[in-house]
């Protein structure tokens, strides 16, 4: 995809027929969880998203959200888990490198916004508490009981349609109107027949996440992912990024992403990691491990490319073929021929196209509780029949975006914030640092929800203050 046109113009007001309290740009899970947010306040808002229906990433994604200290999570029996503890882990992923003002205010918003989603707006979380996630020291991860993104973006546009938010669709926003003090006064906005309709506003919240779905700016500024597989959402195409760059907006942790390596391949869909978390192993077509799976999917995918081929091999067993089906997304790979079953290790060398002796090897290296030549201990080693799924690394969504104060209001390159221009979720830098190995589970939707439940408070409070000194 060549660059979009995305660009700023300036005007002290803008002619709409149309004005609202607050806009907000992509109807994700970001822009979706801000606007019930502000409805619930009585602020009154419209969301407008680019595609007929809103799916965005989070449709695509498995829905799982990180939070510390919810309802749910006490209801487990689960009470040692604090916003410090969360933030304590996501800066262990990051090697310390992730915003530590985010970090904490993240840390902080998540567990009382799905509080919030479930005790308003009808979300039933469930706690996944049947494995730990890569760097979680503590069972926190969400989900809906479908266990999808689909689920999730499902509810939350039947709280959208019930709150009566209005949604803007097939509109392509692709102008900010700002007056000469940096105020945003309005946008405007692309529809299907080709005219552009301006919409004015007190404040504007970008929840349009990354650039993953643009090819020139994954290539210029994530080179090892240039080849690789896009596993999101196509019109995630850096919009925000380019609005910043034409403010003179400053822009943060742009090397940051969120890769997989357990892609399924061809079949083109998520496999879990918890089957490597609680004891799979990844594979080469010379039947050797070459990574620790253990300390995240996201690495992984470069350490996968970077396999001949850049195609590796899950291999598992029958206990962890039951974990395996616990997710829908494995069932639809499954459902469409992923999935080889191998009786001994001579056929799995078969499967996988390498020496049985070298197979053999890397299985007898596997002994429980005998640490690995890469520092992995496991359990157990596995045991026949054997279970094989190739898969490849991909690219899942960019965590880099323009900067933002903890309110979630953008800043400047001197550092201030800009008055009423906000961004949330995708569209803002994350917390996983500048680079792929600082992705911790969930880090994609914790800045999505998270960040679009503050930026709601924050927009509420500069709208009321506006009202208040009118
Ligand atoms: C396969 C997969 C699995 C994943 N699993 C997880 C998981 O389990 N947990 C987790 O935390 N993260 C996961 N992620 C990451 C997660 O999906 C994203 O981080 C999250 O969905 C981002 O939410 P968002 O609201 O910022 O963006 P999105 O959900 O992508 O929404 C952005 C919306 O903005 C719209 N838009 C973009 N530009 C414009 C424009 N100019 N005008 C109008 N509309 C525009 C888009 O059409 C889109 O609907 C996964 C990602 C993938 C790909």
């Known amino acids: 995809m060549s660059a979009p046109a995305r660009t700023v113009r300036r005007a002290a007001q803008v002619e709409a027929d149309v004005h609202v309290a607050v806009a907000i740009v992509g109807g994700g899970a970001c822009g979706l969880t801000a606007a019930l947010m502000l409805a619930d306040a009585g602020i009154d808002c419209v969301v407008l998203e680019r595609d007929a229906l809103p799916s965005g990433s989070t449709a695509l994604s498995s829905g799982f959200i990180p939070a510390p200290g919810t309802r749910v999570q006490r209801a487990h029996g689960v009470a040692d888990d604090s916003a410090a503890r969360f933030a304590a882990d ?12 985010l970090v904490d205010a993240y840390a902080h918003a998540i567990g009382p916004a799905l509080d919030a989603l479930q005790a308003r707006h009808g979300l039933g979380w469930m706690l996944l508490d049947g494995f ?6 503590v069972h926190r991860m969400h989900a809906l009981p479908q266990k999808t993104g689909a689920a999730l973006m499902a509810a939350l546009q039947s709280a959208v349609e019930a709150a009566g938010i209005p949604v803007l669709t097939q509109a392509v926003v692709d102008t900010l109107v700002l007056d000469a003090h940096d105020r945003v006064v309005g946008i405007d906005y692309l529809r299907p027949d080709g005219q552009h309709e301006t919409l004015g506003c007190d404040a504007l919240l970008l929840a349009c996440n990354g650039f993953g779905g643009n090819t020139e700016m994954v290539r210029t500024l994530l080179p090892e992912m240039a080849e690789a597989t896009f596993g999101g959402h196509v019109g995630n195409d850096g919009s925000a990024i380019l609005w910043g760059e034409s403010l003179g907006a400053r822009l943060r942790d742009l090397g940051g992403y969120q890769g997989h390596g357990s892609w399924v391949t061809p079949q083109g869909a998520l496999m879990s990691w918890a089957v490597m978390m609680e004891g799979g192993v990844q594979l080469n077509c010379d039947g050797r491990r070459f990574h620790d799976e253990t300390l995240g999917y996201s690495e992984a995918a470069v350490h996968v490319l ?30 469409a021929g992923a999935l080889r079953r191998c009786d001994s290790v001579a056929a799995l060398a078969d499967c996988i196209g390498c020496e049985a002796a070298v197979l053999q090897g890397t299985l007898d290296a596997m002994r429980g509780g005998v640490p690995a030549a890469d520092g992995r201990v496991f359990a157990r080693g596995l045991g026949a029949p054997y279970f094989a799924v190739k898969v490849t690394g991909a690219l899942f969504h960019t965590q880099g975006g323009l900067d933002t104060a903890p309110d979630m209001r953008v800043l400047r390159q001197d550092g201030t914030p800009l008055p009423n221009l906000l961004a949330a979720g995708g569209a803002a830098g994350g917390v996983s640092g500048d680079a792929v190995w600082g992705y911790l589970s969930g880090n994609g939707l914790l800045s999505a929800v998270a960040g679009g439940y503050i930026a709601a408070h924050t927009a509420a409070a500069l709208v009321q203050h506006k009202e208040a000194s009118a």
């Open 90 to 101: 996501i800066q262990a992923k990051a090697h310390g490198r992730a915003a530590a003002a």
């Open 306 to 335: 970077a396999q001949p081929g850049g195609i590796g091999w899950n291999v598992f067993d029958t206990p962890l073929l039951a974990l395996a089906r616990g997710f829908p997304d494995f069932c639809e790979a499954e459902a």
């Open 132 to 137: 730990l996630y890569p760097g979680h020291s």
